[in-house]
């Protein structure tokens, strides 16, 4: 039986492989837009003798771009697990989702492709609701869904989780396209991790469920 986990392995020549092609489609991307980046250019530019190459791995350039977008997926991936952990507290959920979105953007690679994505979304619509559908609402339903759960649980107060759910992405968003996409508009944030812990409190702090006091407490009040 072969080894697919070896040097040199058929495994490992098929992600080296597919590697190359997506650091060439995010650069031709970058360069050419969307619609410019053809399937031969790509092929050119990762040094393929022939485009039909891109086809071993790639059904066409819309997998080649979902591809590229699943690069980010260890957040994608910390979003999902918030789904199968409905019933922990956000003060444990919420810093693990924040800390995994700021890592992610500060990714160089990944910050071009947030570019590619921005230039090109107002212009082509197809490509926004490609781009939407694996990425910003997959990330918006899991929230909801967990902090719906969390209202359940009277760990959060009563609130719209639809409107929740974008204001917490909003606050990161916010500085990803500030600190790590417009430099000028990001001028005096604090650093990455000050930040996180500054968006977690202030989204609980304004969430958190209203503490009643203890009988005790309140016959001494009243006593008082």
């Known amino acids: 039986m072969t ?24 650069h031709v991307m970058a360069e050419h837009g969307f619609r410019g980046a053809s399937i031969k250019r790509i092929a ?25 977008l699943r690069r980010m997926s260890p957040f994608l991936n910390v979003v999902a697990e918030a789904e199968a952990s409905l019933d922990e507290p956000p003060e444990v959920v919420l810093p693990r989702i924040v800390e995994s979105f700021l890592l992610t953007v500060q990714v160089p690679a990944n910050r071009r492709l ?45 609130h719209d989780p639809r409107a929740a759910a974008r204001a917490f992405m909003g606050m990161l968003i916010v500085y990803a396209l500030g600190r790590e996409i417009f430099p000028v508009v990001g001028a005096g944030f604090p650093p990455a991790d000050e930040y996180g812990k500054q968006v977690t409190a202030i989204f609980l702090g304004g969430l958190a469920a209203e503490r009643s006091a203890s009988p005790s407490g309140r016959g001494r009040a009243e006593r008082g």
């Open 114 to 158: 947030v570019r590619i994505v921005l230039s090109e979304v107002a212009r082509h619509p197809a490509v926004a609701t490609f781009f939407a559908e694996r990425g910003p609402l997959v990330i918006l339903s899991s929230l909801e869904r967990y902090l719906s759960r969390q209202v359940e649980l009277g760990r959060l107060r009563p």
């Open 44 to 68: 050119e530019r990762a040094g393929l003798k022939s485009p039909a190459l891109i086809y071993w791995y790639f059904k066409d350039k819309y997998a080649v771009f979902e591809a590229m």
């Open 3 to 26: 080894n697919q986990g070896a040097a040199g392995s058929p495994a490992i020549a098929d992600s080296g492989r597919r590697a190359q092609i997506l650091d060439a489609a995010l």
